[in-house]
């Protein structure tokens, strides 16, 4: 069983930082991409940042500039450096991950984390 388990998350003013993480745990055999997404009331889910396992990112146009995504694969973790924020990033934030797991037989699936309540207000 694989589990993601974000943290970081909370309150910060307009124009503030958070540094989001993602721990991926369990039976791993490989982590493929990772990445952010969020969720603000009465949106639909989209796209913060991706990273590959090689290092290769991908930003959301509004994100590019303000946020930083990395990992660190000896510790199955992906990172979110968010600056700049603005009371538009206020959401629901999830990791997601394309990992291979198992003991005897591999399967590769997409998982999620719990998310984690990013506001911003003053």
């Known amino acids: 069983q694989v589990q993601l388990v974000e943290s970081g998350g909370g309150l910060v003013q307009p124009g503030g930082s958070l540094r989001l993480s993602c721990a991926a745990s369990?039976?791993?055999?490989?982590?493929?991409?990772m990445g952010w997404y969020r969720q603000a009331p009465g949106k639909q889910r989209e796209l913060v940042a991706a990273?590959?396992?090689?290092?290769?990112?991908n930003y959301a146009d509004s994100m590019k500039g303000r946020f930083t995504i990395s990992r660190d694969n000896a510790k199955n973790t992906v990172y979110l450096q968010m600056n700049s924020l603005e009371p538009d990033d206020t959401a629901v934030y999830y990791c997601n991950a394309d990992i291979s797991s198992g003991v005897a037989i591999l399967t590769r699936n997409d998982y999620w984390g719990q998310g984690t309540q990013v506001t911003v207000s003053s």
């Open positions: 990273i590959t396992s090689g290092g290769s990112t």
């Open positions: 369990g039976s791993i055999f490989s982590i493929y991409a």
